[in-house]
């Protein structure tokens, strides 16, 4: 009986190596999936969901016994018309894996690699593939071992990661070492601490490669690191706001239940919670109006938060369906060419969250620059304390849009590409793939922006008379340099970085 039905199973591993996620195909969520690339847990597979991949492997072996099947029986792409011979289909697939695995660029790193081997042992384990389900129990047994394939950055357009899932099919099977983060040279890793090679058999390297797997993975990542970020943002701002004494009619609940969307009220609820607001304000405060940086916080930041939503959510339709071309229906009946290989929604989700964080980060750097007005905090310009003509805090603004520059860059949609590919037959891309490292990226960039304004924000409130008895504030301060001498911040800003989690987490 398959105990999977309501969700991914966290139990503990006989191993004791952590908490175990349960591949069942259908309910991997996007945290599993994290987890499970970064090695704090171990995957099953449920017996239910790889009883569905045996049947999906015998239906694809009567199907194909009745008539071709794309990338089988015939070549691929521009190739679709010709027609391989029964008894060469096996020697096929291994020349289809061997001329696909042209990627380029650096490899990945082990994260993100272990990511696409989760993604794409559990999209096999919903069962329309056809593939032998042998290369399930090697994705899952490369998972629990540690290792992982060599694979480049580029090559993949967002219209299936081939170049990507070729090289990772050369290694299942045998032909290209597998690496390890704890050992330099693959020659180190011993036999019995690999996965046993998989015999490659007539129909699976099409099956194999019909995937976005890697821009999936690559996806679950920027999204769960984001969410650690955009959580800390609440604290920043909220000490920003607490250190220009700043108005919290912009946070009051009427305002966002009478344009309810859920992000900004949200935002507008986590900052009143975490500075002790009262969901109707008595008044304005010290200024009827304050600079957008804290008046349009909610809404722009809601955006940010709306869209990492999003993007989670396609991200769990994606990795939880089959959709290999050509599919195999579960059932068996048919086996159906299509396009659902286009990952248009996954990149249209990242463009989005690239273009909201970008909204957000920009009054990240708005706040910083109103922390060094002495016309809003009552302070010396610059947070500057010492001899006529210091500095203070004015380099981080630099370093700050520097950062912000990066996001600037990311933001530009990588969906709006274009491309004409085998002899024109595949005549777009939604270069999804593109649009995940771009994400990647922006979410580097954006940390460092949050983190330039925490450092002001801190040394602001410390040099107010009374600092806000608030946890963000006490936890900041504790883990901030005290001094206020002209100095290098380039320690207060790493500190601040690593001190982001921490925040999120209030």
Do not use: K
Not at 430 to 455: D, K
Not at 474 to 490: S, Y
């Amino acid at each position: 009986m398959d105990t999977t039905a309501n969700g991914p199973t966290r139990v503990p591993p006989h191993d004791g190596g952590g908490t175990r996620v349960v591949l069942d195909g259908t309910t991997l969520t996007a945290g599993d999936l994290v987890a499970l690339a970064d090695g704090t847990a171990v995957p099953a597979v449920a017996p239910g969901a790889r009883a569905r991949a045996v049947r999906s492997w015998r239906s694809a072996q009567r199907l194909a016994a009745t008539g071709r099947l794309y990338g089988r029986g015939t070549g691929v792409g521009a190739q679709r018309s010709v027609a391989v011979a029964p008894d060469d289909e096996a020697a096929h697939g291994l020349r289809l894996l061997r001329s696909h695995a042209g990627g380029a660029g650096d490899l990945l790193p082990a994260r993100q690699v272990r990511a696409l081997l989760a993604v794409r042992a559990n999209q096999l384990l919903a069962g329309g593939s056809g593939i032998q389900p042998a290369f399930v129990d090697a994705l899952t047994d490369a998972l629990r071992l540690g290792v992982h394939p060599a694979v480049n950055e580029y090559g993949g357009v967002g219209t299936g990661d081939l170049t990507a899932l070729a090289q990772t099919g050369l290694t299942l099977i045998g032909e290209r070492p597998w690496l390890d983060t704890r050992r330099e040279h693959p020659a180190d890793l011993p036999p019995d601490g690999l996965p046993a090679p998989v015999t490659l058999r007539p129909g699976d390297a099409l099956a194999l490669l019909s995937s976005n797997a890697l821009a999936l993975g690559q996806a679950a990542l920027a999204w769960h690191d984001l969410d650690v970020l955009l959580r800390a943002t609440h604290a920043v701002a909220a000490l920003s706001l607490a250190a220009v004494s700043g108005s919290p009619e912009a946070y009051a609940a009427p305002v966002h239940a009478l344009r309810p969307y859920p992000g900004a009220a949200r935002a507008a609820a986590e900052v009143r919670r975490l500075l002790g607001l009262p969901d109707r304000p008595p008044g304005p405060g010290r200024r009827i109006q304050d600079p957008f940086g804290f008046r349009a916080f909610p809404q722009a930041h809601g955006c940010a938060l709306d869209a990492a939503d999003r993007l989670r959510t396609v991200v769990e339709v994606e990795i939880n369906c089959p959709t290999e071309n050509p599919l195999v229906a579960p059932d068996g009946s048919g086996a159906y060419h299509h396009g659902g290989f286009f990952a248009a929604p996954l990149a249209l989700a990242l463009d989005g969250l690239d273009l909201a964080l970008l909204q957000t980060a920009q009054l990240s750097a708005a706040r910083l620059t109103a922390l060094g007005d002495p016309g809003l905090t009552g302070l010396t310009p610059f947070l500057a304390v010492g001899p006529a003509g210091s500095s203070g805090t004015m380099i981080l603004e630099y370093a700050a849009h520097s950062a912000l520059a990066e996001l600037r860059a990311s933001a530009d949609p990588a969906s709006a590409g274009h491309a004409v590919l085998s002899r024109g037959l595949e005549e777009a891309a939604s270069f999804a793939g593109q649009a995940a490292r771009q994400t990647l990226r922006a979410t580097r960039a954006y940390a460092t922006v949050l983190a330039c304004e925490l450092v002001a924000a801190v040394r602001a409130l410390r040099l107010h008379p009374v600092p806000p008895p608030v946890p963000a504030f006490t936890l900041a301060a504790a883990a901030l340099p005290a001094g206020t001498d002209d100095r290098p911040l380039t320690g207060d800003v790493t500190t601040a970085t690593e001190l982001l989690p921490a925040l999120a987490e209030l």
